[in-house]
C-alpha cells in the first residue's frame, strides 16, 4: 500500500510539472482589431490589418505604418493576393509574430470590391474559425486601407471609432452574422453602413481625422447595386422594425414655425395578404414621441394641438417610408425591407409558388400604411421663449 501511495504522489508530481507546450504568450502574439478589404487595379485583393501591439516595440521597418496612444502601438499592414487566404499569407511573410485574428472588430470593405461581389471573401470570412461573427460590417466609400489607417484625435484606432458608431444605432448597425443571414434569406438582400472621412481639421494631417457613416450601401444577389442616404436609412429601419432613435421635425398647417419631436419607442408589424395574385402588405405603425423643440406660438398642452401635431407626424413618417419604397422597392428592386420573409412566414404553401419570381414580383407589391403616433411629453413651458 505505501508503495503505490509513493507511486500515486509521483504521478501527480509528474502533471503538475507538465507545462502548456502549444500556449500562445501574449507578447508573442500581434492582435487584429480591424481589416479592411480592397480589390487592386489587376484584381487581386488587398488586406489591411489594423493591429494592436501590447509592446511599445515593433512594426518599424516593415513596409507598414503605426501609430503610438500611450503604451499601446498600432501598426497597419498590408498584403496583397489572388485571394484573401493568399494575401494573408503574403502578411504572414512581412509580420515577425503571429496574428491573432479572433478580437476582429470592424471589418471595411472597399465599394469598389462589393460592386463586383462579396460572396467569396465571406466565404472565408465566415468559414474560418478565428474572424467573430459578431464583428460590424461597412463598405467604404473609398479605400478601405485608409479608413483603417486613420488616426482619430479621441479614439485609440480607426476600428474603435467604427465600432461606436455602430453601437449608436443611429443608422444601420450590421454584423458579420447578420449579414450572412441576410444574403442566405428569401430574399438574397442586405443593407450595410457606409463609411467614408472627415476632412482633418486645419494643420493636421490626411489621416488624423475620423470616419463617419451618412450612408447606407444596398447589396443584392451579393453585390453592391446602390446607396442611399441617412433619412431613406432610417425609412428601411422603419420597414424591419429596428428603428431606435428618431428625430422627426413638421411645420403644422396654420403655424408659424417648425415642431420637432424624439422617439421614445417605436414598433412595426408587417402584415402580409394574397389576393388572388395580388400581393399586399399593410405596414402598421405605433410611435411615441416626445416634443423637444416648439418654435411656434402653439400652445401644446391643448389636446387640440396634440391632435394635430400627431397627424403632423404620422404623416412625415409616412412620406418617409414612401419615399423609401420608391428607391428600394421600384428603382433597385432589392429587398431589404423583409417582405419576402413575412410572406413566407405567414403564407408558407403560397410562398412556395411566390418564391421563384420573388424578384419580378416584389416591384409590383401593394403597399398600404396604418400609422398610429402620439405625443407623450410636450416639456415645460407653453410657449418659446
Known amino acids: 500500500m505505501k ?24 507578447n508573442d502574439l500581434w492582435v487584429v482589431t480591424g481589416v479592411g478589404l480592397d480589390q487592386t487595379e489587376d484584381g ?26 500611450g503604451g499601446n502601438k498600432m501598426i497597419h499592414q498590408t498584403g496583397k493576393g489572388i485571394s484573401i487566404p493568399k494575401a494573408i499569407e503574403d502578411l504572414d511573410t512581412q509580420l515577425p509574430r ?40 461597412f463598405i467604404s466609400e473609398g479605400s478601405a486601407k485608409d479608413i483603417m489607417a486613420l488616426l ?20 444601420m448597425k450590421v454584423t458579420l452574422f447578420d449579414l450572412m443571414e441576410m444574403l442566405k434569406g428569401e430574399s438574397d438582400a442586405a443593407i450595410l ?26 447589396l443584392k444577389n451579393g453585390k453592391m447595386v446602390g446607396s ?17 432613435e428618431a428625430t422627426v421635425t ?15 419607442k417605436g414598433t412595426t408589424k408587417l402584415i402580409p395578404e394574397i389576393d388572388g395574385n395580388q400581393l399586399k402588405m399593410t405596414v402598421q405603425i405605433e410611435t ?9 406660438n402653439w400652445d401644446l398642452n391643448e389636446i387640440e394641438k396634440q391632435r394635430i401635431l400627431e397627424k403632423e407626424l404620422a404623416e412625415a413618417i409616412e412620406t418617409r417610408l414612401t419615399d423609401t419604397l420608391e428607391i428600394v422597392q421600384k428603382e433597385m428592386k432589392a429587398d431589404i425591407i423583409e417582405f419576402g420573409e413575412e410572406f413566407r412566414r405567414k403564407h408558407p404553401e403560397q410562398w412556395k409558388g411566390i418564391k421563384k419570381d420573388w424578384e419580378e414580383r416584389f416591384p409590383s407589391v401593394e403597399v398600404t400604411f396604418d400609422i398610429e403616433a402620439k405625443i407623450l411629453r410636450t416639456g415645460q413651458g407653453n410657449v418659446p421663449w
Open 250 to 264: 413638421v411645420q403644422p398647417e396654420n403655424a408659424d414655425g417648425l415642431i420637432s419631436m424624439n422617439l421614445i
Open 3 to 26: 508503495r503505490l501511495k509513493i507511486i500515486w504522489l509521483i504521478g501527480i508530481s509528474l502533471f503538475l510539472l507538465t507545462g502548456c507546450w502549444d500556449r500562445r504568450e501574449t
Open 193 to 218: 453602413p457606409m463609411v467614408d472621412k472627415l476632412p482633418p481639421e486645419e494643420g493636421e494631417q490626411p489621416l488624423e481625422t475620423n470616419a463617419y457613416i451618412n450612408q447606407s450601401a444596398i
Open 152 to 171: 482619430p484625435p479621441l479614439e485609440r484606432s480607426s476600428s474603435e471609432v467604427l465600432i461606436e458608431l455602430a453601437k449608436s444605432e443611429v443608422l
Open 98 to 137: 503571429e496574428i491573432l485574428w479572433s478580437h476582429t472588430k470592424a471589418i471595411v470593405i472597399n465599394k469598389a470590391l462589393a460592386e463586383t461581389g462579396i460572396r467569396e471573401e465571406l466565404d472565408f470570412l465566415i468559414r474560418h474559425p478565428e474572424p467573430r461573427l459578431r464583428s460590424y460590417v
Open 228 to 244: 442611399i442616404d441617412d433619412r431613406l436609412t432610417r425609412g428601411v429601419l422603419w420597414f424591419r422594425d429596428e428603428i431606435k
Open 288 to 296: 411615441i414621441d416626445d416634443v423637444i423643440q416648439n418654435k411656434t
Open 44 to 69: 487581386e485583393i488587398e488586406v489591411t490589418v489594423e493591429i494592436h501591439s501590447p509592446n511599445s516595440d515593433g512594426g518599424e521597418g516593415m513596409g507598414g505604418e503605426s501609430s503610438q496612444v
